[in-house]
């Protein structure tokens, strides 16, 4: 059953023919869509009618590869930027919130801890319509009584940032916690003898300490941000993100330019796994 | 304790209720307020959630999100639990850190394209029927796009990944020579499943249920884009209602409704296995 106990030959290898059989249907799609970037046809399907590189390069009546099409170029800037601005804010914040929530004792902690975990069991769908009535409502408000017009509280860059800020920074909040949990209070106390404020003890003794984990809640957010479709699409305004670019092409204008940006991701993606991986073996 | 009202106290708390209160709590407030109210009409009504009890296709297309998702949810534990087993307890620890890593690359690909990528494969032209008529098994192609099962399919395959990671964590710091010693006593592959590591992982079973059914039931990508014409989602309801018959009130109901009942299943799950929700995203 485990390594160490013998196991008859059908069971092991009904087992590992199980597990191929996974790792196949995990990698079908991205496979196939990698594939395809390279086929020389019009259409999204088989059959394979050649390699050819013009879904990446070709500009003519019939064709716009990646690297010509405007729209799909401003929609990956857009998310790279969104993603930034989105990390960011969500990495000050879960941290803040995360030595709050570890480090202070105040009354109330509960139920601002509870909303604080809650967007893990809200549906995106459900933020994204809630924040949209309420930056609306906000919006008509403030116009209203003063006349000037919020912009960045109408569907937008800022409103987009601001919705996925919402449960970014839950997951930041959850990394850095996991790791400040494991932080030794005399270090910071011992700052604090020698007569450090609190929050250079913050500053030079506890933020170093959470480095790793400040790295990987800034990866992981960038990430989601970076592929979020469900709380994005009601906030989004006249500048789409890759995504919601991506879902409207598949729905309406779908031509292989699609699976040369998907390629991209994937083997941008890849890359990153691998030499994550590739790092930490030799670390070990 | 004095510390609780240091200026550095409020440097974390300040941007954390400006996080919580306008972004979390109050858009949720609003959300049900939202949901008595009808446009062009003062006071309060629950017009909006009569018409939803009303309307046969709102309320069946929600019992049956409900229904799949937790379908969903059971397909992704009988699948995924092989796999975090092999991957924790069976493998050579060489090629472990390896498959884990492949096991992350879909989840930060995206959704978006790996749907994309299902929908290519089950087409009518697509590599599933390319395959089968070319070899002659079959003449025309399979329906395998645009129905329940594309969208089970999809929706399985981007939820077990949560199913599994969840699994593996607990996995990892079950003591091997329990299971060695239930062996040398005699037990059957089957009671050491079912009375060691079953019960031994349960957290993480836990854990991995509440994010993936969240997940699927929360899912607009895959119905939409795998699943056919009667395969309506409640999720697309209420897109409908945001972003095409622009009825936000009725949205709103909606929306109350899905989170509402996704509330309570969790809730259900947390208090049937005494687990915190804190530990759900651990």
Known sequence: MIRSLPNSALYKNGYRLYIALFFLFLVLPLLVISILAFNDSNFISLPWKGFTLDWFFANTDERTGLFHDEDLLQ?????????????????????????????????????????AIAPLIIPGVILGISILLSSSFVAGAIEKATGWDPEFLSPGFWLVVLGQFSFGATYVL?????????FDPILEEAALSLRATRLEAIRYVTLPFLKPALISGFAVTFLISFSNFN????????????????????????????????????AVISAIAFVTLWINRKRR | MKRRFSPTFWLLMLPVLLWLLPLILIPHIDLLINSFKVEGQEGFTIQNYLDFFQNEIYWLTFVKTVAYAVGVTLLAFVVAFPV???????????????????????????????????????????IINHFLMSIGLIDKPLPLLYNDFSMILGLLYMSVLFMIIPI???????????????????????????????????????SGSIIVFMLVIGDYLAPNILGGKSSLWFTEQIYNQFLSTFNWNEGSAFGFLLLAISSAIVWVILKLSGQKLERVGS
């Open chain 1, 231 to 266: 709380t994005t699409v009601f906030l989004v305004g006249s500048d789409p993100t890759l995504p919601i670019e991506l879902f409207s092409r598949i729905k309406f204008s779908s031509t292989p330019v699609l699976n040369a940006v998907s390629f991209l991701i994937v």
């Open chain 2, 168 to 206: 593996m964590s607990t996995l990892e710091s079950l003591d091997d020579s329990l299971i060695e010693a239930a062996s040398d006593l005699g037990a059957s592959k089957w009671t050491i499943l079912r009375r060691i590591v079953i019960p031994y992982s349960m957290p993480g079973i836990i």
């Open chain 1, 174 to 182: 959850l990394i850095v916690s996991a790791r400040l949990k494991k």
């Open chain 2, 84 to 126: 975090a087993f092999y991957l924790t307890k069976v493998v050579s620890p060489k090629y472990s850190a390896f498959l884990t890593m492949m096991l992350l690359i879909p989840i930060w690909v995206g959704e978006l394209i790996t749907i994309y990528g299902w929908m290519i494969i089950l087409g009518d032209h697509g």
């Open chain 1, 75 to 115: 929609s990956i800037w857009i998310s790279l930027l969104t993603g930034v601005a989105m990390a960011s804010l969500s990495l000050a914040v879960g941290t803040a919130a995360a030595l709050l929530f570890v480090q202070e004792k105040f009354r109330g902690k509960g139920f601002l801890y509870f909303l």
